[in-house]
């Protein structure tokens, strides 16, 4: 046969049927494209899970970029219109014999070839069939592609003169490849040399159709090749809807293998860019179409240690023009990329991209492709989106080896374009992710979004180490962010929230709370560390013996410890805090702590700070009020301020500005003014109450006993008898017992007290004083109280040795004492004479130069040197005046109740060393003075060689004797030795 224009075997010809509306679609062309496309987007989805966490690596030098996986959709064939060339019933059916090497072409109303048939031989035979030898057909697409088809024979059935084949069968070898641009030259009918490889190849034995109803199917071997991509697997069958133009179905049953290289893949060979489009814009070039791919039985994805197990995998596409979209492909593209975060290795270029390893995957059941008539809830806001199903009594299990994490699961759901992935749970299957075996997490669900960066799990949870039994577990939901905003960002961890009865623990230490928050640094080698944990509502930190604490917000700083993990290094606790340890007990508002880590691993409090209503309880019975407590626990110090801060044990209690405590040396001080009560009754010094106040400062040494307050000091003590004795001095320094002669639990007794004056005591001005002061019942007296006697004791140095019951006057000093307890009596009796001596009620004034002594359990007094005084009887306006150099006093001894403490009853008095008493109109000069109260009596004697001299105003002369007795009752004087005796008138 030859054409007319002289060329052998050449035939250009229009079939009649052209004008059928369903030969308009041509039907091979679309069954071929369609199914691979489809194929491919399948088999590229199914690698998507293995790059939603994609994990720094290398780039070889030279990668590739990647370009599309699926074709561009062509123009229909029936598209093009009829020519008045011979027509095609000469060629096939009807009166048309056998052709030799012939070829046919197809030409649309533009005068374009759009369809190409070249064949060996071409042979009708009976019942309207025709079968071709070495049939090759080439398609011309609307986007520039070509296809190409060819195979060893083809047996087609025409029914009907001018009508397209119905059915058919290619047979041996048959082999679609799909160009990018035509690979001949113009006007050659074959491939030159040097041509660009296909970008798809689809081979197996044979492939048959049948125009009726659409379909296309084979039972022999398929195997889909294209840049990086290999699919095979066995048998197939397709369906068109000629309707609208697509594929409606494709599926193969039984098992199927693939793989996927995307460092293979280009953008395109003639710099067309992607092949991917978005949506149209209301153009006709590109159409929407929705499909469901389903593969079934054990399915395996694998890819550089990566690898995915399920039992069903499904897949929703939307396609534009048969190709993914320009988002879709994005971010396929991004999930096959390394991440940005990984090194290139040296030598490789500047910029350019590691290539990722190939992608295989299997399946053992099948594989299903379905058009669907409109967007299901899967493609509502989505362009492409991936389900792993587990099969019946199994689980989903993903894995990669390089970063040892795993997880498992009933099913994960990805949507490629969001960059969303959920991992599901069902019934007794929970979802567990792994981290090699350091870390596993147990949830119900995890919902994974790329670009926001986050990782959630919406009920309750469990993440555990399985190093060291650490755990963290929540009831309502936990919430993960990391520094990724991109999938093709590295995973590193930002923070963690945890909801709902959280419970954290290390093995040692836990920690309670409604609410957990926590935040993490990435270090140079990409790992996240902890940097600080809060806890809300209910927190509670349990560390064991080293204690509880409790609050309403607990925040926890972190940092490296010497092994490269995380340890806390500073810890906050505000609201309603509480914290106990080993028997005692902190209360505060707020409170601050920085922590480290031993070498043993227990945790160390370096410091501590405690704000706002502080109040500390201890094991032994010390309690302490503070609005600020520091405090150095390992250096065994606490510094308490307030307004006061107040330090408290039994029944005396400490209070100041400012209060140190240190426990080591068990010393206790406080500056500036402070005041130490105790209202614990003391049988052993008679008293209901003490206080003492300071101005300067307080120091309490319990393992000497000593305490010393210094600057205007006053100690007052309220006595069980209605009376006060009050101390005041600069400085004041008592002695207890010391704590190695206390028992346990034991308060310390008085052993010894010194008051010194102003100046160190030097300054008589400013002396130390002790006041005692007695009151009786009285109804008409303001507070119900008559003051009946007063005892005042100055001197520059006041001391009192408890053990002894003495109390000292080292240096000079002076004594009051003022006796109302007889006045009134005195007021009824008859006026006594106005010169009465030493009469014991009254007021008395002591002064001396040397020293004064009281022994208080002996009721015996003694003063030295220039001993001085003057003494009012009560109602008399007359003052007597003895002076000598020592003076000696016995008195009744005070009571235990302290009734007559500091103002007994005068038993006797001696005074000796130039004795000199002047009462009234009498002077009187001795060498010693005895004073008998009980007979109100008085003794007056002269050292041997020596006379008493008596002077009286009324007298001629003085009188001279050895002693004088005096009777004060009477008024009457007894002389011995004297050379004149003078009567009063």
């Given at each position: 046969m030859s054409s007319p224009d002289g060329r052998r075997g050449y035939h250009r010809a229009v079939p009649a049927a052209c004008d059928n509306p369903s030969a308009r679609r041509g039907f091979a062309r679309r069954a071929a494209l369609a199914s691979a496309s489809l194929i491919l987007t399948a088999a590229a989805a199914m690698a998507i899970w293995s790059f939603v966490t994609p994990r720094p690596g290398a780039a070889p030098p030279g990668a590739a970029p990647t370009p599309e996986l699926a074709p561009p959709t062509a123009s229909p064939i029936g598209s093009t219109a009829a020519t008045t060339e011979p027509p095609v019933e000469e060629l096939l059916g009807g009166s048309m014999g056998v052709s030799e090497q012939g070829r046919l072409e197809f030409i649309d109303d533009a005068g374009r070839v759009v369809r190409e048939l070249l064949y060996s031989r071409l042979e009708p035979v009976e019942g309207g069939r025709v079968n071709v030898s070495e049939p090759e057909g080439w398609l011309r697409l609307d986007s520039g592609a070509v296809v190409r088809l060819t195979a060893d024979s083809a047996a087609l059935r025409q029914p009907a003169a001018g009508a397209e084949p119905e059915s058919g069968r290619f047979l041996g070898g048959v082999r679609l490849e799909l160009y990018e641009s035509d690979p001949r030259p113009a006007g050659s009918a074959t491939i030159a040399d040097g041509s660009p490889d296909p970008l798809v190849v689809v081979e197996t034995d044979t492939l048959s159709f049948d125009a009726r109803t659409g379909e296309a199917r084979t039972d022999d071997p398929v195997?889909?090749?294209?840049?990086?991509?290999?699919?095979?697997?066995?048998?197939?069958?397709?369906?068109?809807?000629?309707?609208?133009?697509?594929?409606?179905?494709?599926?193969?049953?039984?098992?199927?293998?693939?793989?996927?290289?995307?460092?293979?893949?280009?953008?395109?060979?003639?710099?067309?860019?992607?092949?991917?489009?978005?949506?149209p814009g209301g153009g006709s070039a590109a159409a929407e179409a929705l499909y469901l791919a389903i593969i079934e039985g054990e399915v395996t994805v694998a890819s550089a240690g990566?690898?995915?197990?399920?039992?069903?995998?499904?897949?929703?596409?939307?396609?534009?023009?048969?190709?993914?979209?320009?988002?879709?492909?994005?971010?396929?593209?991004?999930?096959?990329?390394?991440?940005?975060?990984?090194?290139?290795?040296?030598?490789?270029?500047?910029?350019?991209?590691?290539?990722?390893?190939?992608?295989?995957?299997?399946?053992?059941?099948?594989?299903?492709?379905?058009a669907l008539d409109e967007a299901p809830e899967e493609l509502a806001d989505e362009d492409a989106r991936?389900?792993?199903?587990?099969?019946?009594?199994?689980?989903?299990?993903?894995?990669?080896?390089?970063a040892a994490i795993s997880s498992v699961s009933a099913g994960v759901d990805a949507a490629v374009v969001q960059q969303r992935t959920v991992w599901r749970g069902l019934g007794p299957t929970g979802v567990v992710l792994r981290v090699g075996d350091a870390f596993e997490a147990v949830t119900g669900r995890l919902d994974a979004d790329l670009a926001a960066g986050t990782i959630d799990a919406p009920g309750p949870g469990e993440a555990r180490r399985l190093t060291d039994g650490g755990r963290v577990a929540w009831r309502d939901r936990a919430s993960v962010r990391t520094a990724r905003r991109g999938i093709a960002d590295a995973l590193t961890l930002e923070s963690a929230h945890f909801f709902g009865g959280v419970e954290a623990t290390d093995g040692v230490a836990r920690v309670r709370g409604d609410e957990a928050h926590t935040e993490f640094t990435t270090d140079s080698d990409g790992r996240a560390d902890l940097s600080r944990a809060v806890m809300l509502g209910g927190a509670s930190v349990d560390a064991g013996p080293d204690g509880i604490l409790s609050a309403d917000r607990i925040d926890l700083e972190f940092g490296a410890d010497?092994?490269?993990?995380?340890?806390?290094?500073?810890?906050?606790?505000?609201?309603?805090?509480?914290?106990?340890?080993?028997?005692?007990?902190?209360?505060?508002?707020?409170?601050?702590?920085?922590?480290?880590?031993?070498?043993?691993?227990?945790?160390?409090?370096?410091?501590?700070?405690?704000?706002?209503?502080?109040?500390?309880?201890?094991?032994?019975?010390?309690?302490?009020?503070?609005?600020?407590?520091?405090?150095?626990?390992?250096?065994?110090?606490?510094?308490?301020?307030?307004?006061?801060?107040?330090?408290?044990?039994g029944g005396s209690t400490i209070a100041g500005r400012s209060v140190r405590i240190e426990e080591r040396a068990r010393r206790l001080t406080v500056f500036g003014a402070g005041r130490l009560t105790r209202a614990q009754r003391d049988e052993a010094l008679g008293y209901d109450a003490l206080t003492l106040t300071w101005e300067d400062s307080f120091v309490y040494d319990d393992l000497t006993g000593r305490a010393e307050a210094l600057g205007v000091c006053e100690a007052v003590g309220d006595t069980i008898a209605p009376g006060r004795d009050t101390v005041s001095a600069s400085r004041l320094v008592i002695d207890t017992t010391p704590f190695d002669r206390r028992g346990r639990g034991e308060p310390p007794g008085l052993l010894r007290a010194v008051a010194y004056g102003g100046a160190g005591g030097e300054n008589p001005m400013d002396p130390a004083r002790i006041e005692s002061r007695r009151y009786a019942p009285d109804d008409d007296a303001?507070?119900?109280?008559?003051?009946?006697?007063?005892?005042?004791?100055?001197?520059?140095?006041?001391?009192?040795?408890?053990?002894?019951?003495?109390?000292?006057?080292?240096?000079?000093?002076?004594?009051?004492?003022?006796?109302?307890?007889?006045?009134?009596?005195?007021?009824?009796?008859?006026?006594?004479?106005?010169?009465?001596?030493?009469?014991?009620?009254?007021?008395?004034?002591?002064?001396?130069?040397?020293?004064?002594?009281?022994?208080?359990?002996?009721?015996?007094?003694?003063?030295?040197?220039?001993?001085r005084v003057r003494h009012r009887p009560p109602g008399s306006p007359r003052v007597a005046d003895l002076e000598c150099e020592r003076l000696e006093i016995a008195f009744e001894p005070a009571g235990d109740d302290g009734a007559s403490a500091g103002s007994a009853g005068l038993v006797w008095a001696r005074a000796s060393g130039a004795v000199y008493l002047a009462q009234g109109r009498r002077h009187v000069i001795a060498d010693a003075l005895l004073y008998d109260a009980a007979l109100g009596m008085t003794e007056i004697t002269s050292a041997p060689g020596n006379a008493v001299t008596l002077y009286d105003a009324g007298g001629p002369a003085p009188l001279f004797g050895e002693s004088i007795r005096w009777d004060l009752a009477r008024d009457r004087l007894e002389w011995r030795g004297g050379r004149a005796v003078s009567a009063p008138d």
């Open positions: 195997r889909i090749t294209a840049a990086g991509v290999d699919v095979r697997f066995t048998g197939f069958r397709l369906f068109i809807d000629t309707d609208r133009d697509r594929l409606a179905l494709f599926e193969t049953r039984g098992a199927g293998s693939g793989s996927i290289d995307p460092g293979a893949w280009t953008r395109g060979r003639s710099g067309r860019g992607e092949p991917a489009r978005d949506r990566r690898t995915a197990h399920a039992g069903r995998v499904d897949l929703w596409a939307r396609l534009i023009g048969g190709a993914p979209t320009a988002r879709t492909a994005r971010s396929v593209r991004g999930l096959l990329s390394p991440t940005r975060a990984g090194s290139a290795p040296p030598g490789a270029a500047e910029g350019a991209s590691p290539a990722p390893g190939p992608v295989r995957f299997a399946w053992t059941d099948g594989l299903t492709v379905r991936v389900r792993l199903t587990a099969a019946d009594g199994g689980v989903v299990r993903l894995n990669d080896e390089s010497a092994a490269g993990g995380a340890t806390p290094t500073a810890a906050t606790a505000a609201g309603s805090v509480r914290a106990r340890r080993e028997g005692s007990t902190l209360r505060a508002d707020l409170a601050e702590a920085r922590l480290r880590r031993a070498p043993g691993g227990r945790l160390i409090v370096e410091s501590f700070t405690a704000n706002v209503g502080v109040v500390i309880e201890t094991a032994d019975g010390v309690r302490a009020s503070a609005q600020s407590v520091r405090a150095t626990p390992e250096a065994g110090l606490a510094d308490l301020t307030g307004e006061p801060a107040e330090v408290a044990l303001e507070g119900g109280l008559r003051l009946v006697t007063l005892v005042a004791l100055d001197g520059p140095v006041i001391e009192f040795d408890a053990e002894s019951g003495r109390l000292r006057v080292p240096r000079p000093g002076r004594l009051v004492v003022e006796d109302r307890r007889a006045e009134t009596a005195q007021a009824a009796a008859p006026t006594a004479p106005d010169d009465v001596a030493l009469n014991a009620r009254g007021t008395t004034l002591a002064e001396w130069r040397g020293w004064l002594e009281i022994s208080l359990d002996d009721g015996l007094a003694e003063c030295r040197r220039q001993v």
